[in-house]
């Protein structure tokens, strides 16, 4: 610890850059969205002051907004248990049958490109590979003579979720992986050691020892795979309101998710008030995962 | 030996898994590339899995329009706020984690509450201040929500706080030199890994960020390559070939400078889950 000084500026001098630029280039234009949520303002005009009416009209009025959201809890529902197991099996399997850092690495990494590349990227790549007519999976499931006709993959409801929750699946679940391998890291070899001589098989190892050692690890990657989910929104929109001649929320809105209609609303009908009302009203869904997500952390450090 | 050859069975499935996925993470760029090769009518002629012949007619066709503008304003935007928010997420860190101070736990709580607010929330608000500032036709409203980064001035602060030893510190100010030489010349260069561990990051971040540009920027000359890319769908003039090429371009440069890199970057995304 230091030793208390006489009263001195230079700790204000090092902060102060943060917290001015949060101040002016964060805080701020969250309190005035907060406050414009509450008006009717196309962001030129007079804002009128129209009271909680925003939030009321989301939830009673307005059924595209409520199936925006209900369209963002099911491909979170669907697709967060399939990327997170898929990344927890996929990082016990290297820690234990791949042999070499460097080969583990290997796979680590090529596991780990899609999340690095720019989700605008992938969802213009997705939208060739599922396109009707040349589509990369239309060929081949025709090659393979799975279907007799091409599938056509934007043009209904369900198909449509399932391009976008192939997407969301595709690009997240390295994310996973990597974490749940560096969390495998730290588990001590002496305890599975132990297990392997009592007889105890590579399964049951990981779903009695590993698993309940992970779990600390498996809330965090749920919790932010949510959080990120909420905010779901260069995908969808690539694979939809960047195709000329297809719907902005897909067939029907089927794939509209919050983020999409807080952006149409805000930045294309210039309904400024109502847009920052949906993007609140999405915020405190969202700040209730992050609670939890800092109590998770705060037990974790306390360890 | 009953076990190992059990061990011998289970690696047969398991083999194949990674197996499969790591084909299915490599598969659409590897078609994104070989379709940049293809003569656009070709294309429609079936599936295709090797290299055609039309990649330099392709490259020409693409020549014709503009793709190093967003490249280089990319580049701009991705390495200011990069050097940006390191400098300022360091300085926050040495302050908070080495002095003590009044307000100190304020300042704190304070940055964990930050650590909670996704800046895509506040977009509308962030319109309007950058349009009464008269830079929402230009490239700063895409750098400076990097500038105050949560993450970066919270992990700063606690990497400085326990890589740092005080005592060095201490001898430093007790020898006559001034804090801000203290944090140029002891403290950047031990925090190296974290400075390159974050630098990564925030490039990474601000180098797929879509929705800022999206709302911003309306002037082709000012298009980021995420934007750039979001326009190749929506063109009539329908050269698929052409625009799968230009997104090979426009993802796997920075893509191979992501992998050669992808130790720290993964170090990075691990923070906050792993207790180091």
Same mark, same amino acid.
């Given at each position: 610890?230091?030793?208390?000084?006489?009263?001195?500026?230079?700790?204000?001098?090092?902060i102060?850059?943060?917290?001015?630029c949060?101040a002016v280039f964060?805080?701020?234009?969250f309190?005035?969205?907060?406050?414009?949520?509450?008006?009717?303002?196309?962001?030129?005009?007079t804002?009128?002051?129209? %009271?909680?009416?925003?939030?009321?009209?989301?939830?009673?009025?307005?059924?595209?907004?409520? #199936?925006?959201?209900l369209n963002?809890?099911?491909?979170?529902? $669907?697709?967060?248990?399939?990327?997170?197991?898929?990344?927890?099996? =996929?990082?016990?399997?290297i820690?234990?049958?791949i042999?070499?850092?460097?080969?583990? %690495?290997?796979?680590?990494?090529?596991n780990?490109?899609?999340?690095l590349?720019?989700?605008?990227?992938?969802?213009?790549?997705?939208?060739?590979l599922?396109d009707?007519?040349y589509?990369?999976?239309?060929?081949? =499931?025709?090659?393979?003579?799975?279907? #007799?006709?091409?599938?056509?993959?934007?043009?209904?409801?369900?198909?449509?979720?399932?391009?976008?929750?192939?997407?969301?699946?595709?690009?997240?679940?390295?994310?996973?992986?990597?974490?749940?391998?560096?969390?495998?890291?730290?588990?001590s070899?002496?305890?599975?050691?132990?297990?392997?001589?009592?007889?105890?098989?590579?399964?049951?190892r990981?779903? #009695?020892?590993? $698993?309940?050692?992970? #779990?600390?690890?498996?809330?965090?990657?749920?919790i932010?795979?949510l959080?990120?989910?909420?905010?779901?929104?260069?995908?969808?929109y690539?694979?939809?309101?960047?195709?000329a %001649?297809?719907?902005?929320? %897909?067939?029907?809105?089927?794939?509209?998710?919050?983020?999409?209609?807080?952006?149409?609303?805000?930045?294309r009908?210039?309904?400024?008030?109502?847009?920052?009302?949906?993007?609140?009203?999405?915020?405190?869904?969202i700040?209730i995962?992050?609670? $939890?997500?800092?109590? $998770?952390?705060?037990?974790?450090n306390?360890? | 030996?009953?076990?190992?050859?059990?061990?011998?069975?289970?690696?047969?499935?398991?083999?194949l898994?990674?197996?499969?996925?790591s084909v299915?993470?490599l598969?659409? /760029?590897?078609?994104?590339?070989?379709?940049?090769?293809?003569?656009?009518?070709?294309?429609?002629?079936?599936?295709?899995?090797?290299?055609?012949?039309?990649?330099?007619?392709?490259?020409?066709?693409?020549?014709?329009?503009? &793709?190093?503008?967003?490249?280089?304003?990319?580049?701009?935007?991705?390495?200011?706020?990069?050097?940006?928010?390191?400098?300022v997420?360091?300085?926050?860190?040495?302050?908070?984690s080495?002095?003590r101070?009044?307000?100190?736990? *304020? /300042?704190?709580?304070?940055?964990?509450?930050?650590?909670?607010?996704?800046?895509?929330?506040?977009l509308a608000?962030?319109?309007m201040?950058?349009?009464?500032l008269?830079?929402?036709?230009?490239?700063?409203?895409m750098?400076? *929500?990097?500038?105050?980064?949560?993450?970066g001035?919270?992990?700063?602060t606690?990497?400085?706080?326990s890589?740092?030893?005080?005592?060095?510190?201490?001898?430093?100010?007790i020898?006559?030199?001034s804090?801000?030489?203290? /944090?140029?010349?002891? *403290?950047?260069?031990?925090?190296?890994?974290?400075?390159?561990?974050?630098?990564?990051l925030i490039?990474?971040?601000s180098?797929?960020? +879509?929705?800022?540009?999206? &709302? +911003?920027?309306?002037?082709p000359?000012?298009?980021?390559?995420?934007?750039?890319?979001?326009?190749?769908?929506?063109?009539?003039?329908?050269?698929?070939?052409?625009?799968?090429?230009?997104?090979?371009i426009?993802?796997?440069p920075?893509? *191979?400078?992501?992998?050669? /890199?992808?130790?720290?970057?993964?170090?990075?995304m691990t923070?906050?889950?792993?207790?180091?």
């Amino acid at each position: 610890m230091m030793k208390k000084k006489k009263i001195d500026k230079t700790p204000y001098l090092f902060i102060a850059p943060f917290f001015l630029c949060y101040a002016v280039f964060s805080a701020f234009p969250f309190a005035f969205s907060f406050a414009i949520s509450f008006t009717d303002w196309n962001g030129v005009n007079t804002p009128k002051f129209v %009271g909680l009416s925003n939030y009321i009209r989301i939830f009673t009025m307005d059924a595209m907004a409520q #199936k925006a959201f209900l369209n963002t809890f099911l491909f979170l529902i $669907i697709a967060i248990p399939v990327q997170v197991i898929l990344g927890l099996i =996929l990082a016990m399997i290297i820690k234990d049958f791949i042999i070499g850092d460097r080969t583990r %690495g290997a796979f680590q990494l090529i596991n780990f490109l899609p999340y690095l590349t720019s989700s605008v990227a992938i969802g213009l790549i997705f939208q060739f590979l599922f396109d009707w007519n040349y589509g990369t999976v239309n060929q081949v =499931l025709d090659k393979l003579n799975i279907v #007799k006709d091409h599938i056509y993959w934007f043009g209904s409801e369900w198909t449509s979720r399932i391009v976008v929750i192939l997407v969301i699946v595709w690009r997240n679940f390295g994310y996973s992986m990597i974490i749940f391998s560096a969390g495998l890291s730290t588990i001590s070899n002496e305890l599975l050691e132990a297990a392997e001589l009592d007889g105890a098989n590579w399964f049951q190892r990981q779903i #009695k020892i590993t $698993i309940p050692l992970l #779990k600390p690890i498996l809330g965090f990657v749920c919790i932010v795979s949510l959080i990120n989910g909420f905010q779901l929104f260069d995908e969808p929109y690539m694979l939809f309101a960047s195709q000329a %001649g297809q719907p902005y929320g %897909g067939p029907n809105n089927s794939i509209l998710t919050v983020m999409m209609t807080m952006f149409q609303a805000s930045f294309r009908n210039f309904q400024m008030g109502y847009g920052s009302a949906i993007a609140y009203a999405l915020f405190f869904v969202i700040l209730i995962f992050s609670i $939890i997500q800092a109590k $998770i952390m705060r037990q974790e450090n306390e360890r | 030996m009953k076990e190992k050859a059990k061990i011998r069975l289970i690696r047969i499935p398991a083999y194949l898994l990674l197996a499969i996925t790591s084909v299915l993470a490599l598969v659409p /760029f590897y078609i994104m590339f070989i379709m940049g090769t293809y003569k656009n009518e070709d294309i429609f002629k079936g599936l295709r899995l090797l290299p055609g012949n039309y990649l330099a007619q392709n490259i020409q066709t693409i020549l014709q329009g503009d &793709v190093f503008t967003p490249y280089l304003n990319s580049m701009f935007i991705s390495i200011v706020s990069m050097v940006s928010c390191i400098l300022v997420s360091a300085l926050c860190g040495y302050g908070m984690s080495k002095f003590r101070f009044k307000g100190r736990t *304020v /300042f704190l709580r304070i940055l964990m509450i930050t650590l909670m607010m996704p800046y895509q929330i506040s977009l509308a608000g962030y319109l309007m201040e950058m349009r009464w500032l008269h830079l929402n036709n230009t490239l700063w409203p895409m750098i400076f *929500v990097f500038f105050a980064n949560p993450f970066g001035a919270f992990w700063m602060t606690q990497y400085i706080g326990s890589s740092i030893p005080d005592t060095i510190i201490e001898s430093a100010r007790i020898d006559g030199a001034s804090e801000f030489r203290i /944090f140029a010349t002891i *403290v950047l260069p031990i925090i190296k890994p974290a400075i390159i561990t974050l630098g990564l990051l925030i490039f990474l971040w601000s180098w797929n960020n +879509f929705i800022i540009p999206l &709302v +911003f920027v309306s002037d082709p000359n000012q298009y980021t390559l995420p934007l750039f890319v979001s326009t190749l769908g929506g063109s009539y003039r329908i050269d698929y070939a052409a625009k799968l090429l230009n997104l090979t371009i426009a993802t796997i440069p920075v893509l *191979v400078f992501f992998s050669i /890199f992808s130790k720290y970057l993964i170090k990075g995304m691990t923070i906050g889950a792993v207790k180091e």
